[in-house]
């Protein structure tokens, strides 16, 4: 029983101690930890004994079996057109099983073998989530029909007729989310019978939006119907001031996706009685939805190759994703940010926590605890490239969910933000949230989850420097707008944009934004509170709308504000990047001197040629100038940056037909290769939220200048708005799409 | 480039989105994502070019060579007698390396070719970290001599006496802790010449509680005296009214140790820019410390078998435990909360924070988010074990760390709790804290880290419920004095214990710690407020202070404090539990039914034989009697509860010799098996922290009644007071110790 060896007696020197066999570390024994095992799958069960004995039976045996109350069957009343479904805001989901909503009153009708007493028998509907039942824990819960007598969950009698008993059921407005079993169990002398366990009287309870006491309540019918029920979505990706749209088809709804959200609680190994608590779950989620870690849903690739996968930008919606991960239980290949927060959002929403999918436009990463963005200039005014380290995105997506906040003093309930794209060191662990929008806006980032690292994505400072010759380094300008400068989602029950920017900050040079950024620095935020002299001189570029190989005219505006001449020995570069804002290859270098008089300015036109980007174009297409420089007379600094997002052709999609609910409809897609090169490998993907499943062709060439029709009938299931929409995608272009509005009628 | 296949324009159904291949998930590719890599290793270094030119050479070439200033030779300054090791409090550690404290002078020799020239000669030292340096990251810090030219870190000229320059360097408060390179650089005319890398001239830099800018700062000679510089302490452990102690050679300043703390923050993978941060930091290391999720230093085991490694029982230092986790890079088998205390408490005095180990008696531990301890009874008063789930540990041992909280409001700085023991649900990661002892004071649980989990530890209720027949549940008993009864830790400079219980809590009945459980309830710690109405009858049950082995009387009292009859059906259960408080084994059971006359007192006597529990004794040796039962003229159900830990036999130590540095004395360990039975696989264990290496004995067997004498000769290299002192460990008997005090004179 132990490991040392058989001498007697025998001295050995101090010797290292035995590391764990075999390589890996044997898992930590839960005996003499734990009195019994803790309950991490919802989809492990435990059978609850069709008979419990009170104890031994009296001298004459058992009493007879007759006039003893009997279940002879249960109706779940799961129908989508009954009253459940319907009044619990479920009828959409594509599933056999009664789904209902916490802290709301749902019914079933129990069939017994003779009329009820009330005075004398007695029954209860017992719920059992889990493989470890216990009443303390919510994972066993009896409801009773009786008002004296009620646990947690309320039971009520609504009617009686001959031996069929309707009763009312309402599970407690913080209970677990997820599968629960259902018995009805019955006293009798000599002990307690219930029914078998049967699945098909499972029944799944969800966050209710619509309930008061429900910590996830939403008084808002427009933004619960956008938040909760809305299957199509759009993400906005692009530049603040060129801003592009994504369709999604978050299909929440569909056959498998709650069964496979249920899942990723299980592969976290999220303790069962964690699940009712929303904080709790959405933290949870958002280190799960990211394979880091922990084997999550989705693997994050930003390189540009996704020969194992699919390419992030390839996606149309999430419910692919999410039954891949169900059914192989393995991360699914590839995501970046705005797949990450798609597919989030599809959880949320499955599991009835409102929840949208922001936008914001130049967000800073903190990659490693530095809030702050350098730029590091040489003497000349040059970027030094191998000394500049931290990137701003051009925008990032991440997810808000609503929610109250009792673990947080008053105020900070509402929206919080959730972010599952893996950054490097929220907390050490690649999750991030919750955090309240709130706090953030009012620089409280004491608060938790990761409120601080958001308030930085949002308010980070770009600091340019300049280093000398021998090493010192000079600052020579902040820039304390550049990041955050707009965070948009989906307008409730629109197809228009939202700006939201101001949930985030107060308005630039209010008090109030001065009072916040102070709060927020003695929280340790770090910013730069120093003020260089500006230049007198100014670089303006230009706002320009591109497509994809096109040349074009780039002209940047010098304007000299002092009333003296000025003379700039000026560097113009232009790179692609990646919308990560990491430079992949410069296609431009030029270094004119420009003179401009007093009070003046000069416009210098650089030539762009798309033969010179074309080739090293990455993923989103954006090119990135940088113009500096030097004033000779003064020694002074400029600077000036721009991201312009080149436009991709688009896709051309076509509905015709009735749209009318059961009538064939006709899509059509059509593309026309713009360039005089052949586009390889292409995919393109069809969706069609509510009306047609999601298809795919593959087209291995498609020559310069020719066009491809790709046409698909479908037959709409389900009245209401909705889209069609495609992507196509290939290594040589990427985030090409285009969609079709239609309005189904009944 | 892609995973399409070559059909041309072929529909494929929707199909599952691809897995990852190969059955784990690809690394996430930076490529696109960073632009550098982060740095996570302290080991890996970049080596600087010993040369970097300006740009090219003038028309005539480069200049000659004569009369620039050169580097010949840099002394360190690192003998433990140099002013450095001495002024920064790290004579101690056993290191070939230059080890100072941060926000503190310390300083180098440089020899130059020539005499030094003020007012002509360029020149910086240099200090890299990592493998990816960079001046705006901390990671890259030159270091001007001239007060014009200063960076982050301060320089100056001491003293100049020929060609040698005495430096003076002042890394800044809050730089990176680590083992830095440094480098030697002068400026010529034609670029910059620097020393060849040289790791005999690495610094180690760490964090100072003797400066007032480091975040670590503690203004108090004794305390850091023993909470960083003490390599010898006590933990404290058995039951709060029978107190036991273990001693334990942090040995923080052994070869090897900071090396190894270096590692293991290598081997998180954290980030080296967090490095100076001692939020970060301890956080970091109370994931590491424990080899959940990552790999770390130490395996838990609860289970009683530790076949595979070392019984957490057996171990009396941590110097062995971080050596062996830094040569074989594998988690070390075993621990329980005392052994990851105790190497985490050496991993923060080693890195310069100040940092005591605590205990709590009768320890909440929250299995899975309930934040109450709920005890089942049935109807007529019997503990139900199947519905009792949660534990209550007998004692729990934690860290606490000294700094300021920056990053909360005023007020919260000072102690910290940390805890690297793998709870089960702090934030969903075996990690905790750092969490302020003054918010977990004031119900303060909003804060960052983990405060709402300490607090229950400190503060849960104990609730007692009785299940009826029909499964409805009644309160009986809320006991709110139980859990987090002491709190314990050694005190400084002294070989005594020091009761810390008002630094968690107000007294019990003020009106503070009403309020501060009010404010715990608001930010949503669950806690029972109904006060159900007591029963009449109480049960005393007596402390006793019994020896393993031993048999004796165990005297409950009865006391009715009503005027009337009370008879009481009682449930007397005795058990071997864990320290956890997870029952092994039943040993006892009684049922007596006690009559107790008005306002009298009834006694009822148990004999409890050793032959009962000897056999099924676990671990620590404790008993725990549970008493309930219901009083049959009234209904009410009566409880009590008490452990008792059984006294292991002791190990006699003794010093003898003359207690002088370098002159030879002998230690003797003397043991008898006080029992019939013979001991098998029996390890014993001496250490003498600062006096004797550890080394350990193996005995096969120790029959009944026969004594082991174990005679060590050592020699003290060092002056002051220390202990020799050594354990006994076998599967049939854990925990038997001793101990000799002497003090070393020069």
Redesign the interface.
Known sequence: ?????????????????????L?R??K?????????P??TSNSETTDIPELEY?GAPGPRGYPPLTDFLDIWDVDMMKRPDESNKIEHHTTLYHSDYLIVRRGQEFEIKITFNRPYKPNED?F?V?FVIGS?P????GTYV?V?PKKE?Q?SWRGRIKETSDNIVTMGLTPIADCIVGKYNMYV?V?TPFG?RRTRKDDSRAVYILFNPWAADDAVFLDDEKERQECVMNEVGIIYHGAYDDISERDWNYGQFNFGVLDACLLVMDR?E?????RG?PI?VT??AS?MIN???D?GVL?????????????PTSWTGST??L???A??K????YAQCWVYAAVFNTFLRCLGIPSRVVTNYFSAHD????L?T?I?LDENGRVD?N?????IWNYHCWNECYMSR????QGFGGWQVVDAT?Q??S???YRCGPASVQAIKHGD?????DA?FVFAEVNSDVVY?S?K?????QLIKVNRTHVGRMVLTKAAGEVTRRDITDNYKFSEGTSEERTVLEKAE???CKRENSNPPLADVDVILPTLEIGVGDDFELNLEFVNRSDQRRTVGTYISGSVV?Y?????HEFLFRTPTVTIQPQGSVTESVMIESKNYMHHL??QANLNFIVTGKIKETGKIVTSMKVITLHNPKLLVEVTGNAIVNEEMIARVEFTNPFTHTL????VRMDGPGVM?????????IPGGTS?TWTEMFTPQRAGKTRVFATLD??GLRQVSGQASINVKP
Chains 1, 2 share one sequence.
């Open positions: 029983m132990s490991t040392v060896s058989d001498q007697s007696g025998a001295t050995s020197a101090p010797s290292p101690a035995p590391p764990a066999p390589g570390p044997p930590l024994s839960s005996r003499g930890r734990f009195s019994a803790i309950g009170f007695k209860a017992e470890s216990a009443i303390s824990k009896p009773f007598k646990s169990a006293q307690t976290s999220m303790p069962i009685t964690n608590d709790k933290r949870k280190a394979s880091r870690d084997d693997v994050g690739n930003w390189s540009g190759d996704y020969t194992y996968g699919v390419a692919d994703i039954l891949t991960y059914s192989t393995m991360p699914v290949c990659n490693d605890g530095n702050r350098d590091i490239r000394r500049t380290r931290d990137s009792p673990d947080l003093p893996p490097e060191t907390d050490g662990m980032i004491c608060y938790p989850f601080a420097y280093r010759k021998d090493g010192t380094m003695e929280y340790g990646y990560t804002g990491v430079s992949s990455v993923e390889k490998d292409v995919e499943e999601h298809k795919k062709r593959l087209y291995s060439l491809l290939c290594p």
